[in-house]
């Protein structure tokens, strides 16, 4: 099943247009693993990265769960595929299960849209340990935004090696 992606409002509302955004970001890099196989999402790229799209995916995943769930909705779960904390264990992918790291990446996104449609508004700050800062739903958004943006640039280079498709 192909992915369907709807492209952000051209006016709107801030939020309206935030939210639009970081979906059409999200259904991007679903888009990019879309008719693969297993073996292919899992292929890496050039030496000696280890990147994949499998491993972009679990990595967004985490992405998702850390600023929304921990930051903003302050709660006390560590990262899925790493208890020591490590964001780039998500990236290890090589032996990971397209199932899991798909639903896991959904069900993230799922309690971020559930988070951030319960926010009073952009205002409603979170604790960013890393930062040693406080930090707003607004500039989380914009940072996933952000995000999602540079890791699909990664995520286009890697479908073109796996089967040349380009673009989108």
Known sequence: MATER?????TGGERETLRAFLDFHRATLAMKCDGLSDEQL????SP??????LGLVRHM?????TWFRRVIDKEDIGLVWSPEGDFQAAYDAVDAD??????????EVDHARRIEREAESLDVTGYMPRWEADVSLRLVMLHLIHEYARHN???DFLR????GEVGA
């Open 6 to 10: 709807i492209a952000p409002p051209l």
């Open 42 to 45: 899992r292929l890496q790229s």
């Open 48 to 53: 000696p990265s280890t990147l994949s799209l």
């Open 61 to 65: 995943a985490e992405v998702e769960r």
């Open 98 to 107: 397209r199932a899991e790291a798909f639903a896991v990446w959904q069900a």
């Open 153 to 155: 640039g990664h995520a």
């Open 160 to 163: 073109e090696s796996i089967d």
